[in-house]
């Protein structure tokens, strides 16, 4: 049975988050959210940014080459997660366990104002983020 969600943004790994934050904003008519963070503790420097009637995009930056990003980023990858907005993290990730999903442990994102968040992934190695979003705070 699906859990309660809402497509919240994705996820893209880049070289340097600012110069890829200048595309977005010159190319496809972003702004952004806020200032790039530095998360050393998640070895990345990150940013989102928003435009209206268009998906939100999360630009990370991998800053150890020899991290699991930094790898995926050598490797080529780019389009790196597909993020969901639900209500209630802990009853999604029960509904994702009895959907055969593997949770990764839950965080807390500054980027996402400290909500609580956590990476699933299925049976493929399809990796997905879901962001706790209380009910008021859904549309």
């Known amino acids: 049975m699906p859990f309660t969600s809402a497509f919240h943004h994705l996820g893209v790994l880049c ?16 702004t952004p959210d806020g200032p ?5 503790g998640l070895d990345i420097r990150a940013r989102s940014l928003s435009a209206s009637g268009k998906p939100t995009v999360e ?16 490797a080529g990858t780019t389009g790196y997660h597909l993020a969901w907005s ?13 959907d055969g999903f593997h949770a990764l442990p839950v ?8 909500a609580r ?5 299925d049976e493929t190695q399809a990796l997905f983020e879901l962001i706790e979003n209380p009910p008021q705070e859904n549309p």
């Open 15 to 30: 070289h340097h988050a600012e110069a890829a934050s200048r595309s977005f904003v010159v190319t496809f008519g972003y």
């Open 36 to 40: 790039v963070l530095n998360l050393p």
């Open 59 to 74: 630009l990370i930056q991998p800053l150890k080459a020899d991290s699991s990003l930094g790898r995926m980023l050598a």
């Open 86 to 98: 639900v209500p209630d993290l802990d009853q999604a990730l029960t509904q994702g366990a009895h």
């Open 107 to 114: 965080f807390t994102s500054p980027l996402w104002n400290g």
């Open 117 to 121: 968040c956590a990476f699933i992934l």
